[in-house]
């Protein structure tokens, strides 16, 4: 598991490193990084390989929220079923189940706020077990995914005028 472990942490701060580099990186050989990652792919830790998008610099940016439910459960139903059911919508793009002043803090992607208001009002509020939703609005991303985001703009230099 070691050796996986090491993959692991390749993985996940640049899932594009090919092969031979995670082998570079971990010193392991290429056909044990091969194994690694084909079972951890397959013991389900690895789900997929994704790009951390800066949606601000995208001529189409989304509008990101972060939604806080409460649901109140019954004899029947459990925080898994729930969780079921709003992980099956396509503008969930997170969905944690979370201790403290409420049970599921839920990423929503939407081309507007808007349409996460919708989402939110007609598709999660509705459901019998949900009792509450707050919803936050991302305004800024400074980091995601582990990647922070720059400006671009390197000189952190205070200005000064005479």
């Known amino acids: 598991m070691e050796a996986e472990r090491e993959v692991l942490d390749v993985l996940a ?12 990186q971990t010193g392991l050989d ?7 990652v084909a079972s951890l792919e397959a013991d389900g830790v690895v789900h997929g390989y994704q790009a951390v998008v800066d949606w601000d610099r995208t001529e189409e940016g989304k509008i990101r929220a972060i939604v806080e439910i409460n649901v109140e ?9 729930v969780a079921d059911r709003i992980a099956r919508f ?16 839920v990423e929503v992607l939407g ?11 007609e598709q999660v509020a509705p459901m019998p077990e949900v009792t509450q939703t707050v919803t936050h609005y991302i305004m800024e991303t400074y980091k995601d995914g582990g990647v922070r985001f720059a400006d671009g703009d390197d000189d952190d230099r205070l200005s000064v005028s005479p």
């Open 90 to 105: 396509p503008a969930v793009d997170a969905l944690h189940l979370v201790s403290g002043d409420y049970d599921f803090a």
């Open 73 to 81: 459960l019954d004899r029947e139903t459990g925080y898994e079923q």
């Open 30 to 36: 290429a056909e044990r990084v091969e194994e690694a």
């Open 13 to 24: 701060r640049n899932a594009r490193e090919d092969i031979a580099d995670i082998a570079a």
């Open 111 to 121: 081309g507007s706020m808007q349409d996460v208001s919708r989402f939110i009002s």
